[in-house]
């Protein structure tokens, strides 16, 4: 992720602190999700899957669609008609490991095969920034069709939150009919969302 164009316009203190933490602190949510994935799901998937909770390397095709939401920078004047576009690599979701830096305790993710059912049980606390909003909405949309609990009608369940760093407020993320309700906060931060089964 490049947050340099966002540092070089900060204050000292802001600047400072971005320079430290390796992000713009004022922007970080914690995000706090357990979902079980049903067995069904394909290898590829899986790989994915794996490869963003960093139990894998990153597979050469993301059939889940992180790969659709990257960074673009220009490579020369963006103004000029002419000038080429590079696209950033793609970055797994879930990965980051040890102490947190802005939400306190630890950050985890975990994808383990259920024991007593087909399929995996998948638990994250991560620190996220709302340019990782995209791939996460899009993980959330798979996950909630890809859920042990997606069929069951009008029945919703807990799947976790999302939390401003700041804030005692949580965010709710309720499944529901094969859905992950997404909190406003990501709406308001993936404008240009398209749902894959529009």
Do not use: K
């Amino acid at each position: 992720m490049a947050f340099s164009a966002r540092v070089a316009g900060l204050g000292t203190i802001e600047a400072m602190a971005s320079r430290r933490y390796g992000v713009p602190v004022g922007d970080i949510y914690e995000l706090v999700l357990s979902v079980d994935v049903r067995a069904d799901v394909t290898d590829d998937e899986l790989a994915e899957l794996r490869w963003h909770v960093g139990q894998g390397p990153r597979p050469e095709r993301l059939p889940i669609g992180t790969g659709r939401y990257v960074e673009t920078y220009p490579l020369g004047d963006p103004g000029d008609p002419d000038c080429e576009w590079e696209d950033a690599e793609p970055t797994p979701v879930f990965a980051q490991r040890g102490a947190a830096r802005r939400v306190g305790g630890a950050l985890v993710a975990e994808l383990v095969a259920r024991e007593h059912a087909d399929g995996w049980a998948l638990t994250v606390r991560q620190e996220l920034h709302p340019d990782d909003f995209y791939r996460l909405r899009v993980l959330l949309h798979w996950l909630g069709r890809c859920s042990v609990g997606a069929h069951a009608a009008d029945v919703e369940s807990f799947a976790g939150h999302l939390r401003f760093h700041e804030s005692t407020e949580i965010a709710p993320l309720v499944l529901s009919n094969g859905r992950i309700r997404v909190p406003e906060d990501i709406e308001s931060h993936t404008p240009h969302w398209e749902d894959p089964e529009v």
